[in-house]
């Protein structure tokens, strides 16, 4: 350059000058046709050659190769970074796919230097001497065991099985290994994959983020998977070894070997068992043989851990998780274009932490077995879908140990049966107890067969359970869409007590009063229906918390709902539900005192029929979750009120006006209620006068007001006997809220209008109001 600044073209301008050049190129001789310039694309071919769109394409190219790279560094002299320049086959779609040339991370070709030679296939390996077939040593056996178990992990946390599992070269063809060790452990993870790859295809609760089904399946089609016969051929391997092992004067590296093939004998055992779940005629047997090899797989990992540095070690700087063996590059060719090409497979001790946490989630989700009705076993999924993280095959397992098939529930009970069972466990109807001369009436039985029915074809219920098997992030979306569905079985169960208070009447002039008494004011259904309702609402309605979708100035609507209707509902189906227990347990003593006086030994029948006493105490079988929601209910209305203060004192901070429309937010958050009848939905002007009545006390009135119901709440924590660790979690923040509520109703930082943090770290739900 002669030193002058040269002022750039303008980008169309610079797009002109490359359209000449190429239509000053087309007559030269050596030309190349569309097809040999890379346009491999029939429909492309197509279209550039057509007449209807050639007054489009007539100021671009259609053949030859030109030189632009002035032009088009001149181009990009007016980009500035991360704008976007549209041609007619590059717009927005195809740069999100497109691969970015010299970037590591996707393109392939960077991973390598002009001298690398190409990653070597099992033969070439072979070939090469860099693996061993036969009289590996016991180091050299851990070191390779240990990196398959970090691969299985890595898989299971979402990569892709060619990336993680397939770079181990020995599980290219295990058969021509000659080691039997070796052999029959990679045997095991080859059918082990396809087995995890079965559960988790059943289980159907997984996401694209979560795992990959589909990976290099020639791979696993080339020996046929046989999952019934490894037991034995690991169980025969580490008798061999053990054998071996008390020949020598210094066992432990053997020993070790011994503990890992062991450690995979019984976790592939609890695996296959559980695919096999669908075809077992007595689950509850097969639940204790999975429970009893799961606690030998537990107490074998505190051993496996205490030997990591028996194995040969992974190299300082390699990509490879063990230094014989592996060759992480081996499948980057055959990858996609677009497929995420950075994997780091978890190190060892982090590994066998995962599976620690693995068995320990399998061990919690045999229980499941022992909740027989929808209510309690609800509870018992969405407490494990807390815990279970984002490991999607224990998530699956549970799904898979509870139902196999959407039809079926706990092996062979059909869930009509099940869900059936589930409301007489709920609140006793008569008309579902057998003995009871109700039941008999085969009109009251052919409208509770179609309710059922209709249960089962809506699959709400069902669909209920098998969301808390998803991850916490997709289970929002899926619960805004279950929600809706739950309008349409609340109208039929409305419907079938109202038929039922029918019936009673036409008793009642039929002069049957029992079976009056029995159906009149039914409520069962309905109130069984709403409370399963109510509960998604309040799931789907709190979880945004933990997903931090909410702005803080949104808080104060959002906990508004629950204090005011949601949590209240909650606690009046259960209210309710125990109302009707007991008023059944009453009527049964009743009849019970008239049966036993109008017969002989009155005095004797008399003691029998005082027997039902004894159990008034267990008709409230809800009363520790209608405490644990007045607890809520305390706690939300002090998060509303402290929200309404705080904004009132100047320290939220709000939008712009001109950015900001809270008419559409509040009515984006609620929109999966608005299709529902019951709770009917609340509009935004009738929130927006609620809110209005409350915000008229000063702040500092409104501060002890949300203090209150802090105090509230702590009150209603500290009663309860026995809590749990998410009841002593929410006693803390009560009682930190309330010491903050107190000392900002006295003035405290009145003149400094800071946002408090709003510190989520103990709850999902409720925070720890900080002042900084």
Request: aromatic share 10%; proline share 5%; hydrophobic share 40%.
């Amino acid at each position: 350059m002669n030193g002058s600044v040269v002022e750039p073209p303008d980008f169309q301008a610079a797009t002109a000058a490359a359209a000449a050049a190429a239509r000053a190129s087309s007559s030269e001789q050596d030309e190349w046709s569309a097809s040999e310039c890379g346009f491999l694309d029939p429909e492309v071919q197509r279209v550039m050659r057509s007449g209807s769109a050639a007054e489009d394409i007539t100021q671009y190219p259609m053949h030859g190769w030109v030189d632009v790279t002035k032009e088009f560094h001149d181009a990009c002299a007016e980009l500035q970074p991360g704008e976007l320049a549209q041609d007619m086959l590059f717009g927005l779609f195809e740069a999100m796919s497109a691969i970015e040339i010299m970037d590591p991370k996707m393109d392939v070709g960077m991973g390598f230097d002009k001298q690398d030679l190409p990653p070597p296939s099992f033969e070439a390996a072979i070939a090469m001497g860099a693996i061993k077939l036969d009289d590996l040593t016991p180091s050299e056996l851990i070191g390779i065991f240990d990196a398959l178990f970090s691969c299985i992990v890595s898989w299971l946390e979402g990569n892709s099985m060619d990336q993680v599992l397939f770079t181990c070269l020995y599980l290219h063809a295990p058969s021509k290994i000659k080691d039997k060790a070796l052999r029959v452990f990679c045997t095991a993870v080859r059918n082990l994959i396809v087995v995890i790859k079965n559960i988790i295809a059943g289980a159907a609760v997984n996401e694209e983020e979560d795992f990959q089904l589909y990976g290099n399946s020639a791979l696993l089609g080339a020996e046929k998977a046989q999952p019934a016969t490894i037991f034995g051929s690991l169980k025969e391997v580490e008798d061999e070894l053990v054998r071996k092992s008390k020949q020598l004067a210094a066992p432990e590296d053997w020993m070790a070997v011994v503990h890992r093939l062991r450690f995979m004998r019984h976790l592939f055992q609890v695996i296959y068992q559980v695919e096999q779940m669908a075809n077992i005629e007595s689950s509850e047997e097969t639940m204790n043989e999975i429970y009893k090899n799961l606690n030998v797989a537990s107490e074998l990992l505190p051993l496996i851990r205490r030997t990591l540095d028996r194995g040969t070690q992974p190299e300082k700087g390699s990509e490879a998780p063990n230094p014989m063996g592996f060759s992480p590059r081996i499948h980057d060719r055959s990858q996609p274009p677009a497929f995420p090409r950075s994997i780091k497979i978890r190190d060892r001790p982090a590994s066998y932490q995962f599976l620690e946490e693995m068995v320990t989630r399998f061990k919690y989700a045999c229980k499941v077995i022992r909740h027989k009705d929808y209510y309690s076993a609800l509870n018992f999924f969405i407490e494990y879908s807390k815990k279970s993280g984002q490991c999607i095959l224990s998530r699956s397992v549970l799904q898979s140990l509870f139902s196999a098939n959407i039809r079926v529930a706990h092996g062979k009970q059909p869930m009509k049966q099940f869900l059936r069972h589930s409301v007489q466990i709920f609140n006793s109807p008569p008309v579902l107890n057998t003995k009871h001369p109700v039941a008999a009436d085969p009109k009251v039985q052919q409208h509770l067969e179609n309710f059922f029915r209709y249960c089962i074809n809506m699959n709400t219920f069902t669909q209920f359970i098998r969301i808390c098997g998803f991850n916490r992030a997709r289970q929002r979306d899926k619960l805004a869409r279950l929600i809706e569905n739950f309008d349409t079985i609340q109208v039929d169960a409305a419907r079938l007590d109202s038929l039922m208070n029918q019936l009673a009447n036409e008793k009642a002039m039929e002069g049957n009063e029992p079976l009056s008494t029995a159906l009149k004011h039914s409520t069962h259904f309905s109130t069984w229906v709403l409370y399963n309702c109510f509960r998604a609402m309040f799931i789907f309605l709190m979880s945004g918390f933990e997903l931090e979708l909410y702005a803080v100035h949104e808080f104060l609507y959002i906990y508004w709902y629950p204090y005011e209707f949601l949590v209240g509902f909650l606690v009046s189906a259960l209210t309710r539900t125990e109302n009707i227990l007991l008023a059944q347990e009453e009527y049964a003593e009743h009849q019970s005192k008239i049966q036993s006086n109008s017969g002989s030994g009155g005095a004797a029948k008399n003691r029998k029929a005082a027997k039902p006493k004894k159990n008034k105490k267990q008709q409230r079988p809800y009363r520790a979750e209608i405490v644990f929601y007045h607890a809520l209910l305390s706690l939300c209305g002090g998060m509303y009120k402290a929200m309404g203060a705080l904004t009132k004192d100047g320290r939220v901070r709000l939008p712009l006006s001109k950015f900001d429309n809270e008419e559409i937010r509040y009515n984006r958050r609620f929109l999966p209620f608005a299709t529902l009848t019951s709770p009917p939905p609340v509009s935004y002007v009738e929130f927006k006068n609620i809110r209005d009545h409350m915000m008229r006390p000063s702040a500092e009135e409104l501060y002890s007001y949300a203090a209150k119901h802090f105090d509230q709440a702590r009150n209603v924590l500290e009663s309860i006997q026995n809590p749990d660790q998410e009841m002593l979690d929410l006693l803390q923040i009560a009682r930190t809220n309330f010491v903050v509520m107190n000392v900002l109703a006295r003035g405290h930082q009145k003149e400094v209008k800071r946002q408090p943090e709003f510190d989520f770290s103990k709850h999902n739900y409720f925070p720890i109001i900080k002042l900084k």
